[in-house]
Nanobody, 124 residues
Framework: QVQLVESGGGLVQPGGSLRLSCAAS????????MGWYRQAPGKQRELVAV???????????NYADSVKGRFTISRENAKNTVSLQMNDLKPEDTAVYYC??????????????WGQGTQVTVSS
């Protein structure tokens, strides 16, 4: 099993910053993509940002339009970690944030793992 552990959520005032981190552990041969999703109360889970494999996709990134220019996703391959730097936070960014990592755990078996979620609340 591949397990993900998230950290870094909390309460912040509008305009503030937070950094989320997610570390993967377990049997990992390679990672295809690492991403962050969020789910606000009463809404569907949505993609926030994703960073793809350096080998297959050159480490390309994609962001939701609502966070472009404010959030930055990064990965540290050696530690199987992904981070999300969130700046200029707005009340509408309030949600539970989930880490997702997809990859290969053996030559024939892929994995698609989710973190437990971390609450981000933006409020004055």
């Amino acid at each position: 099993q591949v397990q993900l552990v998230e950290s870094g959520g909390g309460l912040v005032q509008p305009g503030g910053s937070l950094r989320l981190s997610c570390a993967a552990s377990g049997s990992i041969v390679s990672i295809y993509a690492m991403g962050w999703y969020r789910q606000a109360p009463g809404k569907q889970r949505e993609l926030v940002a994703v960073i793809n494999s350096v080998i297959t996709s050159g480490g390309s990134t994609n962001y939701a339009d609502s966070v472009k220019g404010r959030f930055t996703i990064s990965r540290e391959n050696a530690k199987n970690t992904v981070s999300l730097q969130m700046n200029d936070l707005k009340p509408e960014d309030t949600a539970v944030y989930y880490c997702n990592i997809r990859g290969r755990k053996s030559l024939l078996t892929n994995f698609d793992s989710w973190g437990q979620g971390t609450q981000v609340t933006v409020s004055s």
